[in-house]
């Protein structure tokens, strides 16, 4: 019976790409190995290092293993066609010469592969970690976030220390859902505009309280604003105001203020009927004593909130305060403080309607907003206001740069992102802001409305058609709020909303 020759067993590493595949197994898996101790022991969570500790470095020991097995089928399929039956195993053979030549190849590669993986590795795992990462990385989706963010008053703070905040409790939420958002960037299916607000938030009593301190919650703030008309002098109306900060009063003791709606002592629980949280029927109130009390629009249909599928949200910082680091301003607002400080002339005729007009014009991209403010404007004071165009033509190529700068910060057509889609609740001119609650409708069973007079919670010290503070009316006791134009009682009567749009502003 003839009989087939069997070699001996033979080494697996006999191949050159055995030994390449081995080392780039063993560095892919020191590297995860560091990263994955760096990520579990570090004091605070990036959802993006996820990509580098559980993606790219797995992704390397993937190529790895794969460039190993592929050694081992070139050398299985080499010894079938010579007829030989080899047994191949991982075993040592330093009488090999072959097997010691790639031995010294694979611990070479290992060596340099170990060194060149590990420093790229842990400089894109520290890359993940910082805010250009978050804002530049995937350019198209997080550039309305990332360009608001720069502009914010929070400017120096990381994205993570308010995504997601210290400790291990938010840990595994953050990693799954960076990887969630690197798959959908990379298959395009993320939404434009990204949705909010962000439901899995972490509470702002482990974020803003941070650094916001709430038995500082207390007194009052001055604050003045000038708005501009859209007349031909483009005529500018200040007020100024006290508004009522308030919080726990460290001399009286009392809850008072803006501030009582989330003092740790007392509670405030809502349902809205909307994603956005912007429509609120039902509203309950809970004491540091514990008195309960519920108001309810009766015309309104909600859930029931007895139901424990109902969701009920207990107040915090980001239901008046929803854009801290985001803020798409509207037009009405950026041209206000333009005209303020002096960026715009208000010598230009008609310059804030002009610039309402071109800026809430319907864009498909920046680049074509950008050069259709220039000509718009250009053309109007050239064929309106010949003389204008002529005497003050720097002024007007100066309101043209301003208007392109309110457009770039403020305005992302490619997402479709602007002031229309994030709305902005630290206010009640341009969106509903305090009015989702305090609207005059709600009633307890007692009958008893929630306040929405303006002195509930701010107090008018100031006001006039001047940009003048010593021109206006004052009264450091209070003053009733004087509409600029002649409407009688009426805004007593409806919400500044219902004829304040968002697209002209106040």
Known sequence: MDTQPTLPRRSLFRHPLAAFGGALFVAGAFVFAILFLIDMTSGSDNPYS?????VIAPAVITIGAILFLFAVYFQVRAARKRGEHVRFSLRIDPSDPTYMRNLWLFLGFSAVLILVVSYS????YEATDSVAFCGKTCHTVMEPQYVTYLNSPHARVPCVECHIGPGAS??????????RQLFATAFNTYSRPIQTPVHNLRPAQETCERCHWPKQFWGDKY???TY?????ANSPYTISMLVKVGGGNPRTGKLEGIHWHMIASSKVEYIATDPKRQIIPWVRTISPGGDTTVYKDPNAKYPDPNDPKTEIRRFDCMDCHNRPSHKFLAPATALNLALSSGTISTKLPYIRQVGLDVLNAPYLKTDQAVAAI???LTAYYQEKYPDVAKDRGAEIAQAIATIQTIYKENFFPEMKTDYRARENNLSHFVNDGCFRCHDQVKVND?????????????LIVAQGPSEDLTKLTSNIAGLEFQHPEDIGDAWKESKCTECHTPESGY
């Not at 590795?121 to 894109?124: N, P």
């Not at 501009?228 to 031909?232: A, F, L, S, V």
């Not at 007079?453 to 701010?458: E, V």
């Open 50 to 54: 996820a990509l580098v500790t559980f």
């Open 121 to 124: 590795g842990y400089r894109a």
């Open 170 to 179: 938010f840990f595994v939420r953050s990693k799954i859902d960076g990887t």
């Open 223 to 225: 604050t003045t604003h």
């Open 228 to 232: 501009y008309r859209t007349d031909e």
């Open 374 to 376: 220039s000509e718009k």
């Open 446 to 458: 007692k009958g008893e409305k929630i306040r929405s007079d303006c002195f509930t919670c701010h």
